[in-house]
């Protein structure tokens, strides 16, 4: 459920033209709906209404302040994988203690940041780090809770390259290393061993792919509490997939809730997600425009204004996206195969082969459907190219919640060294 339809021929979100956000911003531009957030937080927050439940959203998917900030608004916390995403939920007005600090590699300074900020939970994921972090917390007089991120040796997600609870990946410790590892903990001076975690992968369609893991996070929670223990939290991550195509029907977030209840049954916990893909995925389309139409050995390349540094699903996991036309096709328009491709100079820039689209031409404006989640956070300025605008769009409101840098922007944090002879 999206907020994303044809009125009066054009494709509008919520209120607002996406012609008019093009006129405003310019191409290639991101842009959010505010309702659609809304909607997708509280269906999942409403599902948990009777139980102490953190609903920490993943910020990796869209870090952008406006988006983040919206979901703060409605109470939602923050899972974080870097100092500065924990600054932009803090920035965004996330409470300190509705944060968890998740990623394998957290570096002294972004455990302090942490510390200092007195975030809910870190999210420990080998005993090197949890040494660390208990030298710095008693360093600094304090006591970090933690929560192993338990790696369950199941295979899930939607894709090789976004599946993350198998042997073979770096995430988590191993399912058989949890007892001596919550022991480890209990005898370090700056960790509190309050929880488990999980998190098994992205774009997962089936809520029974997670049913394997989470039963074994309750039965550790159940062991480690038998043997004294005071674990009074379960993570059980994000990863609940959301339809790229029609036809594509992942299990719905009350059937995700209704799992969840079931597993953890009569368990006294708090309960924690970290939804990521499920918040932002349908809530933002990225607009582009036609530059050119090439016609070339019997193939036609659509060449747009977007390319793989402004949204690299396609390239990074062969991710399908939905292309449609702002402006809705002639009646009786035929629709034939093009290859949709971007300005840059690689070949993996393109997002579509032989897509069946109707008549494109140059200036014609497209919006790839639901970029909300992985579209802006994972662009780059490769080929120098300023990084991708965004707005937000609330009823008939627009907002430009992250402005295309300038030309002088984007060089200013660069310089020739002093040895090169200046003109
Ligand atoms: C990426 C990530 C998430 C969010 O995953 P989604 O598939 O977007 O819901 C949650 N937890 C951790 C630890 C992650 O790395």
Same mark, same amino acid.
């Given at each position: 459920m999206h907020h994303f339809a044809y009125r009066n021929g054009v494709l509008h979100c919520e209120d607002v033209s996406l012609e008019a956000v093009a006129r405003e911003l310019g191409t290639p531009a991101y842009v959010y709906s505010d309702a659609t957030l809304r909607r997708h937080y509280s269906v999942l927050a409403d599902a948990f209404a009777n139980r102490n439940v953190l609903i920490a959203y993943a910020v990796k998917a869209n870090s952008n302040l406006g988006v983040i900030a919206t979901l703060a608004e409605m109470g939602a916390g923050a899972d974080v994988v870097s100092g500065g995403e924990l600054m932009k939920a803090m920035e965004a007005g996330v409470p300190a203690n509705r944060i968890v600090f998740s990623g394998v590699a957290k570096t002294a300074e972004e455990m302090k940041i942490g510390l200092t900020r007195g975030i809910h939970q870190f999210n420990v994921e080998s005993l090197p780090e949890l040494h660390r972090l208990s030298k710095i917390a008693s360093e600094m007089?304090?006591? =970090?809770?933690?929560?192993?991120?338990?790696?369950?040796?199941?295979?899930?997600?939607?894709?090789?390259?976004?599946?993350?609870?198998?042997?073979?990946?770096? &995430?988590?410790?191993?399912?058989?290393?949890?007892?001596?590892?919550?022991?480890?903990?209990?005898?370090? *001076?700056?960790?509190?061993?309050?929880?488990? =975690?999980?998190?098994?992968?992205?774009?997962?369609?089936?809520?029974?792919?997670? /049913?394997?893991?989470?039963?074994?996070?309750?039965?550790?929670?159940?062991?480690?509490?038998?043997?004294? &223990?005071?674990?009074?939290?379960?993570?059980?991550?994000?990863?609940?997939?959301? *339809?790229?195509?029609?036809?594509?029907?992942?299990?719905?977030?009350?059937?995700?809730?209704?799992?969840?209840?079931?597993?953890?049954?009569?368990?006294?916990?708090?309960?924690? &997600?970290? *939804?990521?893909?499920?918040?932002?995925?349908?809530?933002?389309?990225?607009?582009?425009?036609?530059?050119?139409?090439?016609? /070339?050995?019997?193939?036609?390349?659509?060449?747009?204004?977007?390319?793989?540094?402004?949204?690299?699903? *396609?390239?990074?996991?062969?991710?399908?996206?939905?292309?449609?036309?702002?402006?809705?096709?002639?009646?009786?328009?035929?629709r034939s195969p093009v290859d949709l491709v971007g300005p840059i100079c690689e070949s993996t820039d393109r997002f579509a082969k032989d897509r069946s689209m109707p008549p494109l031409h140059e200036g014609d404006l497209v919006a790839f459907m639901t970029a909300g989640a992985y579209g802006a956070t994972l662009s780059s300025q490769y080929n120098s190219r300023p990084l991708v605008a965004e707005a937000l769009v609330r009823g008939d409101a627009c907002v430009v919640v992250r402005r295309r840098p300038t030309f002088d922007e984007m060089i200013a944090l660069e310089r020739a060294p002093d040895w090169i002879a200046s003109g």
């Amino acid at each position: 459920m999206h907020h994303f339809a044809y009125r009066n021929g054009v494709l509008h979100c919520e209120d607002v033209s996406l012609e008019a956000v093009a006129r405003e911003l310019g191409t290639p531009a991101y842009v959010y709906s505010d309702a659609t957030l809304r909607r997708h937080y509280s269906v999942l927050a409403d599902a948990f209404a009777n139980r102490n439940v953190l609903i920490a959203y993943a910020v990796k998917a869209n870090s952008n302040l406006g988006v983040i900030a919206t979901l703060a608004e409605m109470g939602a916390g923050a899972d974080v994988v870097s100092g500065g995403e924990l600054m932009k939920a803090m920035e965004a007005g996330v409470p300190a203690n509705r944060i968890v600090f998740s990623g394998v590699a957290k570096t002294a300074e972004e455990m302090k940041i942490g510390l200092t900020r007195g975030i809910h939970q870190f999210n420990v994921e080998s005993l090197p780090e949890l040494h660390r972090l208990s030298k710095i917390a008693s360093e600094m007089g304090k006591r =970090a809770p933690i929560a192993f991120r338990v790696n369950p040796h199941v295979e899930a997600g939607g894709h090789a390259h976004i599946s993350t609870g198998s042997a073979e990946h770096k &995430f988590g410790i191993a399912w058989h290393e949890a007892d001596a590892f919550y022991d480890e903990a209990s005898r370090l *001076p700056g960790i509190d061993p309050v929880g488990i =975690a999980v998190h098994i992968g992205s774009q997962i369609m089936r809520v029974e792919q997670f /049913r394997a893991a989470w039963e074994k996070v309750v039965a550790l929670v159940r062991r480690l509490r038998d043997r004294g &223990f005071a674990i009074s939290r379960v993570d059980f991550g994000g990863g609940l997939g959301v *339809p790229y195509k029609d036809g594509e029907d992942p299990d719905s977030p009350l059937v995700y809730a209704n799992q969840a209840r079931d597993v953890l049954g009569s368990l006294d916990v708090q309960l924690i &997600f970290e *939804p990521g893909r499920l918040i932002a995925g349908n809530a933002g389309v990225l607009i582009s425009k036609v530059e050119y139409i090439k016609e /070339r050995d019997g193939r036609t390349f659509v060449i747009l204004d977007a390319g793989m540094n402004d949204l690299m699903r *396609p390239a990074l996991y062969s991710a399908y996206h939905e292309v449609l036309p702002v402006r809705t096709p002639a009646l009786g328009a035929t629709r034939s195969p093009v290859d949709l491709v971007g300005p840059i100079c690689e070949s993996t820039d393109r997002f579509a082969k032989d897509r069946s689209m109707p008549p494109l031409h140059e200036g014609d404006l497209v919006a790839f459907m639901t970029a909300g989640a992985y579209g802006a956070t994972l662009s780059s300025q490769y080929n120098s190219r300023p990084l991708v605008a965004e707005a937000l769009v609330r009823g008939d409101a627009c907002v430009v919640v992250r402005r295309r840098p300038t030309f002088d922007e984007m060089i200013a944090l660069e310089r020739a060294p002093d040895w090169i002879a200046s003109g």
